[in-house]
């Protein structure tokens, strides 16, 4: 039997990595005559009514955001101000789901590369280093590093300090016992990580490095995860979303014909170590 050989790609989520063919990276797809047929998506800012491109008044605006007769009554305005006014609000309205921690800045950095950046991935420093805070942090028997931890120390050959390239299944099992790193937690709804992530779309891991001596062993493992910045049809059809001006406003710039602000693949990585012993309990 052969050594496992480094790095070592053990685990790939069914969904692709790069997907844009996902529903939720569609854009400028659908009409005006859709959006508020299909949708409800009449009313959309409080600011400024993007179907007769007008500023609104505060008389202008309906007791519920579900009025269908509404037309704004204010001045008109072009079509790129009218843009720039729905990604101010869009900004704006971020902060109910940002309201504090270190990543709570990362929305309204994220709105402005869907304004700017034309579909391109984006990065940042901060949601690296969130995931590998999430990983760090799960304790819970549902924790892929603790899940990988146990199985490294039971498939070592202890004997001969090596551990064999036929039982890499193994750690590929253990991850499916686990739950994949996402920012689903009470205090992602408030710390900015639930709205610019959340649920995660596809995740790679790779063992990049694996040492065993005198009955210990360290392992360094690679976390790939990629998420989808963009909205599908589902989402806001849910009344948990569309109730919030914020989503609408977010469905109308990708969505609508006369907007089509590509969404965008949201990239992150993080790098662990997991130590353990032959003889830990």
């Not at 720039?84 to 590369?113: C, N, Q, V, W």
């Not at 750690?171 to 205090?187: S, T, V, Y």
């Amino acid at each position: 039997m052969t050594a496992l050989q480094f790095p070592c790609t053990i685990f790939k989520t069914q969904k692709w990595m790069d997907d844009y063919s996902a529903s939720d990276m569609r854009c400028g797809d659908l009409t005006e005559a859709q959006l508020k047929s299909q949708y409800r998506l009449d009313y959309i800012s409080g600011r400024v009514d993007p179907w007769t491109l007008t500023r609104r008044s505060s008389m202008d605006r309906p007791q519920s955001m579900f009025c269908c007769n509404l037309r704004g009554k204010g001045e008109k305005i072009t079509r790129q101000q009218c843009t720039a006014m729905l990604f101010d609000e869009f900004r704006s309205l971020s902060s109910k789901f940002s309201i504090y921690g270190p990543y709570s800045h990362l929305i309204e950095k994220m709105i402005t590369h869907m304004q700017n950046g034309n579909g391109t991935p984006f990065q940042d420093m901060s949601l690296s280093r969130a995931l590998k805070e999430q990983i760090l942090s799960d304790k819970t028997e549902n924790s892929t590093r603790l899940l990988l931890r146990k199985s490294l120390k039971d498939n070592i050959d202890w004997e001969n300090s090596i551990y064999f390239a036929n039982v890499n299944e193994e750690l590929r099992k253990a991850i499916l016992r686990g739950k994949l790193p996402k920012f689903d937690r009470f205090q992602d709804n408030f710390n900015g990580m639930g709205i610019t992530v959340h649920d995660t779309w596809a995740t790679h891991i790779t063992l990049k490095s694996l040492q065993i001596d005198n009955d210990r062993y360290r392992a360094v493992v690679h976390y790939k995860v990629q998420d989808h910045f963009g909205l599908d049809s589902d989402d806001i059809l849910k009344t948990k979303f569309s109730q919030f001006h914020f989503f609408r406003i977010w469905f109308v710039l990708q969505r609508c014909n006369q907007f089509g602000f590509k969404p965008f693949m949201t990239n992150m990585e993080a790098t662990v170590e997991i130590t353990g012993g032959r003889n830990e309990s």
